[in-house]
């Protein structure tokens, strides 16, 4: 398949990605906060039960693993990887390794991971990869992010995403400007425009072929300590306004991080997203936390009981499958659900 074809079948209407490329620390944070502890065989049972949701394929175009994860099988041995291609859905893989602090630029990281990254690839590729995710983190805070951070990341980003597309891999390009801190909506706003214009600007000098990207941007949000209180609508403006003056349409799709949203926040803003009248581009959803939390936290508290886990991820599976269709309404939620 094409690059641009991966990319399309991706964003393809009514579907999206499912980030399940949690790196240790990360998943053992996740588990610890349902009371479980993080091991192997653990990290293995609970992916198994995600990937195994029947009927999965119906809304999620494509999982995006972690290096432990695409070398892992299913206990009926077959390979998660081969086991997503035969359910009809697009193994993806994490590729960068993680954010180290920026040398000389207090508080700021930068994504690591480029050195011997085409040898990975090329792996990864072999075990059935299609498309490779690189995440970088920008803070907002005080002075910050400098322009130093910004330029880092981007470039790293660029120079991942030509390499990806050398080994015939779709980059999903994720530059996260994190919803943490007092700042407004206006600031995000313009940090998310600044950030995005530079990855376009590194993306275009590294001779990307923007065709066969995915851009896996923040929603613009005010930060979580700002008390502003702003609707889905607003929201969705803001975001929709930022994206036009900063990703061109040559790209075929947008795939939405949660970044610590609750799973119907996400959906919600998702569903406004859709509902902006025509872009240029697909707007469609990469989360981890706002598919995964009602999941863990139902395979945590009966582990052998995989119908209601299953339940949960495919219950919001079809929810931001209807919000990519602007079609998502409060009323198809449980009165409980966040
Ligand atoms: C699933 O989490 C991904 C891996 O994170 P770490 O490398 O920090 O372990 C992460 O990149 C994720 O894909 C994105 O942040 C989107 O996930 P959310 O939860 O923000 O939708």
Redesign the pocket.
């Known amino acids: 398949m094409s690059l641009q074809a991966t990319a399309k079948a991706l964003v393809e209407p009514g579907k999206g990605i499912l980030?399940?490329?949690?790196?240790h620390?990360?998943m053992e944070k996740r588990l610890a906060r349902v009371g479980l502890s993080s091991s192997e065989r653990v990290r293995r049972d609970y992916r198994e039960v995600l990937m195994t949701a029947p009927g999965l394929s119906e809304h999620v175009s494509g999982v995006?693993l972690f290096d432990e994860t695409i070398r892992q099988s299913r206990s009926t041995g077959r390979p998660f990887a081969q086991g997503l291609l035969r359910a009809g859905i697009i193994p993806g893989i994490?590729v960068d390794a993680?954010t180290t602090p920026l040398p000389r630029f207090p508080a700021e990281v930068v994504t690591q991971g480029l050195d011997g990254l085409s040898a990975r690839l090329t792996e990864y590729a072999a075990l059935g990869a299609r498309f490779a995710?690189w995440?970088a983190v920008i803070r907002i805070g005080d002075g910050r992010p400098t322009a130093g951070c910004v330029e880092a990341n981007a470039h790293a980003l660029a120079r991942y995403a030509a390499a990806a597309q050398e080994c015939g891999l779709v980059p999903v390009v994720?530059p996260?400007v994190l919803m943490d801190g007092s700042h407004s909506l206006e600031r995000c706003s313009l940090v998310t425009s600044a950030v995005l214009h530079a990855v376009h600007d590194h993306l275009v000098r590294q001779r990307v072929d923007l065709t066969g990207i995915l851009i896996k941007p923040n929603m613009v949000l005010p930060g979580t300590e700002s008390g502003q209180d702003v609707g889905d609508d607003e929201i969705a403006a803001a975001t929709v306004r930022v994206l036009r003056d900063t990703v061109p349409a040559s790209v075929p799709g947008l795939v939405f991080?949660?970044?610590?949203q609750t799973p119907v926040e996400a959906t919600a803003r998702l569903d406004a997203l859709n509902r902006t009248g025509a872009q240029p581009w697909e707007l469609s959803f990469?989360?981890?936390?706002?598919l995964q939390a009602p999941v863990l936290e139902a395979w945590a508290a009966h582990p052998e009981d995989r119908a209601s886990a299953h339940a949960a991820l495919l219950h919001r599976a079809r929810m931001n499958g209807a919000a990519r269709r602007g079609r998502w309404s409060r009323s198809l939620e449980p009165s409980t659900a966040g």
């Open positions: 980030a399940a490329d949690e790196s620390p990360t995006i994490k993680g995710k995440r994720e996260e991080l949660s970044g610590g990469s989360f981890g936390r706002a």
